[in-house]
C-alpha cells in the first residue's frame, strides 16, 4: 500500500524558529479582492473643504453703531447646504448643518452657542463692549457637521467638525453722557 502524500492548502502559513522554540503551521484568511475604488470619508472631507462651507454674516442690532454697557444683540442666519457631486465614479450626496457658533466681538472677546440667535426682543446672543471704539470688527465663525451618502446609501456622519469664518462685520461702540432737561 502505497502511502499518501499530505496536500496542503495553498493558504497555510507556516513558521518554524529553532532558537525561538516557535514551530507549526496556522491557516490564513486569503485577502479579500478589491472591487475597485471606495468613497472614504477623508475623501468626502477634501471634496467639502474644496467646495467650502456657508459664511454667515453677522447681523447686530441696534445697527452699525451702539453704545458702551448697553447690550448689543448678535444674530446670524444659516444656509442650507446641500450638494451632490461625483467622486471616484460615485454619486455623492452631502448635507452641512451648523453645531456651533462663536461670537468674535472684535474687542478681543468671544461667546459660543449652539443657536444662531434672533433679532430683538429675543436677546439670544448679546454682547456689553465696555469702551468706546471707531471700526469694531465684529463676525460670527460656524462649525459644521458633515454627512454623506454615496449612491443613495445610508448616512455617514464624517468624524470631524469644520469651521467656516464669517465676514467681518464693522460697528462703532460710542459712549453717551445722560443730560437732564425740563419738558
Known amino acids: 500500500m502505497a502511502s499518501k502524500k499530505p496536500t496542503f492548502d ?3 502559513s507556516c513558521r518554524t524558529d529553532a532558537a525561538l522554540g516557535i514551530y507549526g503551521c496556522k491557516n490564513v484568511e486569503p485577502e479579500p479582492e478589491a472591487d475597485g475604488p471606495e468613497v472614504t470619508p477623508g475623501d468626502v472631507l477634501r471634496a467639502v473643504r474644496e467646495i467650502g462651507l456657508p459664511s454667515l454674516r ?7 453703531e451702539t453704545l458702551v454697557n448697553v ?3 448678535f444674530y446670524t442666519e444659516p444656509q442650507p447646504f446641500e ?6 465614479g460615485f454619486d455623492v450626496d452631502l448635507v452641512a448643518e451648523p453645531v456651533g457658533y462663536q461670537w468674535v466681538h472684535g474687542d478681543g472677546t468671544t461667546a459660543t452657542t449652539t443657536e444662531p440667535g434672533r433679532p430683538y426682543p429675543a436677546m439670544d446672543v448679546v ?3 465696555t469702551v468706546p471704539a471707531d471700526d469694531v470688527r465684529a463676525r460670527v465663525d460656524v462649525t459644521y457637521r458633515v454627512r ?3 449612491d443613495g446609501g445610508p448616512w455617514q456622519t464624517i468624524g470631524q467638525t469644520l469651521l467656516a469664518a464669517g ?10 453722557a445722560p443730560v ?4
Open 58 to 64: 453677522l447681523e447686530v442690532q441696534p445697527g452699525a
Open 83 to 88: 450638494r451632490s457631486v461625483e467622486l471616484l
Open 148 to 150: 454623506f451618502r454615496v
Open 167 to 176: 465676514p467681518p462685520t464693522a460697528l462703532d461702540v460710542d459712549e453717551a
Open 127 to 129: 454682547h456689553r463692549y
Open 71 to 73: 447690550e448689543t444683540i
Open 10 to 12: 495553498p493558504i497555510v
Open 180 to 183: 437732564m432737561t425740563r419738558p
